[in-house]
T-cell receptor, first 116, second 113 residues
């Protein structure tokens, strides 16, 4: 039962254009969402997050949009740069039956390739 | 230390052997997590330590897996009688506050042959 889904295993864009990475979730208890970026042979690094009380969060070239009714979030990268080429993971957390809120549930990731 | 340190970075072991993976979290981070990523899959939660509280072991896939943490420092993940399906990258992360601001280590790539 995959609670966080990234349906595109890969995405290729031209340098300077917009990259849009998508993520869907099924658990309505999720209230905090994060994007991580991973280069080969390195651990994931935190990129940007959004709380369920917001529908948009922006940090430089990166913007995350949240559509709670559709249980969908997306990461926009504008303009895309070759150094953005990496695997991007969507993750979500929310209170469990005990009220704890520390586990992250990850998607399978999307490999972004930005071509010069 | 400056980051989360994991060792070894790579481990090849024979099926049936035991392995021990080590994680040194960021100093002062009370929360420590183990995840694993099998080929083509997302990160899978294994276990969570928070201070002196009882760990959340709900993600451990079988009783061959165990983990310990000494206070708020080093953690070891032990896999007994390894199987080929245990092959994965095992990632450790720590955070100052639970559920927020995870910093991951570079992982240990375990290959069971």
């Amino acid at each position: 039962d995959q609670q966080v889904k990234q349906n595109s295993p890969s995405l290729s864009v031209q340098e300077g254009r917009i990259s849009i990475l998508n993520c869907d979730y099924t658990n309505s208890m999720f209230d905090y969402f994060l994007w991580y970026k991973k280069y080969p042979a390195e651990g994931p690094t935190f990129l940007i997050s959004i709380s369920s009380i917001k529908d948009k969060n922006e940090d430089g070239r990166f913007t995350v949009f949240l559509n709670k009714s559709a249980k969908h979030l997306s990461l926009h990268i504008v303009p895309s740069q070759p150094g953005d080429s990496a695997v991007y993971f969507c993750a979500a957390s929310g209170p469990d039956s005990g009220g704890s809120n520390y586990k992250l549930t990850f998607g399978k990731g999307t490999l972004l390739t930005v071509n010069p | 230390g400056a980051g989360v340190s994991q060792s070894p970075s790579n481990k090849v072991t024979e099926k049936g052997k035991d392995v021990e993976l080590r994680c040194d979290p960021i100093s002062g981070h009370t929360a420590l997590y183990w995840y694993r990523q099998r080929l083509g899959q997302g990160l899978e939660f294994l276990i969570y330590f928070q201070g002196n509280s009882a760990p959340d072991k709900s993600g451990l896939p079988s009783d061959r897996f165990s983990a310990e943490r000494t206070g708020e420092s080093v953690s070891t993940l032990t896999i007994q009688r390894t199987q080929q399906e245990d092959s994965a990258v095992y990632l450790c992360a720590s955070s100052l506050f639970p559920g927020n601001g995870y910093t991951f280590g570079s992982g240990t790539r375990l290959t069971v042959v």
